[in-house]
Nanobody, 121 residues
Framework: QVQLVESGGGLVQPGGSLRLSCAAA????????MGWYRQAPGKQRELVAH???????NSAGSVKGRFTVSGDNAKKTVYLEMNSLKPEDTAVYYC???????????????WGQGTQVTVSS
């Protein structure tokens, strides 16, 4: 099975920075894309940023210019560097990966367990 292991969440002050990491492990043939979603209480889960295997990136308008997504293909790991954090960034952040387990299989979406990010004074 495919497992996404997240780390790096925590409590930071407004204006601070935090770096999230997510490593994919298990039976993996290839990864089409990896990224981050977040969900605040009472709100729907939303895309934060993602990166494809060829290096293309995309991010939500609310975090553009503050968050940077990057990846390491060899380590099957995606990172989210969060700068200039705001209280409204407080949410559970979930790692997401679009994975092909075998050469003949179609891509399937996997999710991490989530890591809490709290931005507060």
């Amino acid at each position: 099975q495919v497992q996404l292991v997240e780390s790096g969440g925590g409590l930071v002050q407004p204006g601070g920075s935090l770096r999230l990491s997510c490593a994919a492990a298990g039976s993996i043939y290839s990864i089409n894309a990896m990224g981050w979603y977040r969900q605040a209480p009472g709100k729907q889960r939303e895309l934060v940023a993602h990166i494809t295997s060829d290096g293309s990136t995309n991010s939500a308008g609310s975090v553009k210019g503050r968050f940077t997504v990057s990846g390491d293909n060899a380590k099957k790991t995606v990172y989210l560097e969060m700068n200039s954090l705001k209280p409204e960034d407080t949410a559970v952040y979930y790692c997401n990966a679009l994975v092909r387990r075998y050469s003949y299989s179609t891509p399937y979406e996997y999710w991490g367990q989530g890591t809490q990010v709290t931005v507060s004074s």
